[in-house]
């Protein structure tokens, strides 16, 4: 039998925002890893085609359709969640718009599904007891905000600066208890989230990654299971940067 510390043979996993591009590759790639994985979106088709493609695992995988702004909706999923070995927070929106011109209520709705949500997630999970010693929390942030600023940015930078300190925070109060806790920081990844760029300000953009490219989801699912696996046992209170290079400059 080969060593593979980055197994997730045994885990179970929640993944949040698991129809999206980013949450749907991890949790096939949680499933492809040996996890079993709990998955919840708000939109339920989506939701349910992604659960469609995951391999089978010793226990099935769980699909719970749920809008993570609302109480009760939050309550349900970690009431049907099982004890968790790992849970990725990685629902979130963008929206780009100059400082001058942001609203009340685009502001509102940012920060509650993209800091609100997670903190009260992360809240529910420990009050329940649903995070097993030795498990992993792992949030999906940004390199914006964090490592580097840009026009138009304001609104979702400040949240995911928002879930880093949290992250930091939860990673300092959880660590006795054996739980870690941990961020990805991506730049620009393929998916839908950037699908209203053009091609010009594509290649443009593309100009400032040395690797010459954005991010696969596949690339951010990797560091993902790395932090959830005892690959990364001793990590903690880590925001790892997985940008292409892109904040060398």
């Known amino acids: 039998m080969s060593y593979n510390p980055y197994t997730l043979e045994g885990k179970t996993v929640l993944v949040t925002g698991a129809a999206g591009g980013i949450g749907s590759e991890v949790a096939r790639t949680c499933a492809r890893s040996g996890a079993r994985v709990v998955l919840t979106d708000l939109r339920e088709d989506a939701l349910k085609s992604v659960w469609e493609t995951l391999p089978e695992s010793e226990m099935p995988h769980l699909c719970v359709k749920a809008d993570l702004t609302a109480a009760d909706d939050l309550a349900a999923v970690v009431e049907n969640c099982p004890p968790l070995d790992g849970f990725v927070c990685n629902a979130g929106v963008m929206k780009l718009v100059p400082t001058q011109f942001i609203t009340e209520a685009e502001l ?5 599904i993209n800091l609100n949500a997670p903190i009260l997630l992360t809240r529910l999970l420990l009050k329940k007891k649903k995070l097993t010693r030795g498990s992993s929390i792992v949030f999906t942030a940004s390199a914006a905000g964090i490592y580097r600023v840009s026009p138009g940015n304001a609104i979702y930078a ?10 930091r925070t939860v990673a300092l109060e959880m ?16 998916t839908s989230l950037i699908s209203g760029f ?3 300000e594509r290649q443009q953009e593309m100009q400032n990654y040395p690797l010459r490219r954005f991010a696969q989801p596949q690339d951010v699912a990797l560091g993902i299971v790395y932090l959830l696996s005892d690959a990364s046992s001793f990590v903690t209170g880590t925001a790892l940067k997985i940008d292409g290079g892109m904040t060398l400059s």
């Not at 660590?175 to 393929?190: A, D, H, L, Q, T």
């Open 108 to 112: 509102t709705r940012v920060q509650q």
């Open 158 to 167: 400040t949240t995911k600066c928002g879930i880093d300190a949290f992250m």
């Open 175 to 190: 660590g006795p208890k054996g739980i870690r806790c941990n961020s990805v920081n991506p730049g620009m990844v393929e």
């Open 198 to 200: 053009t091609e010009e």
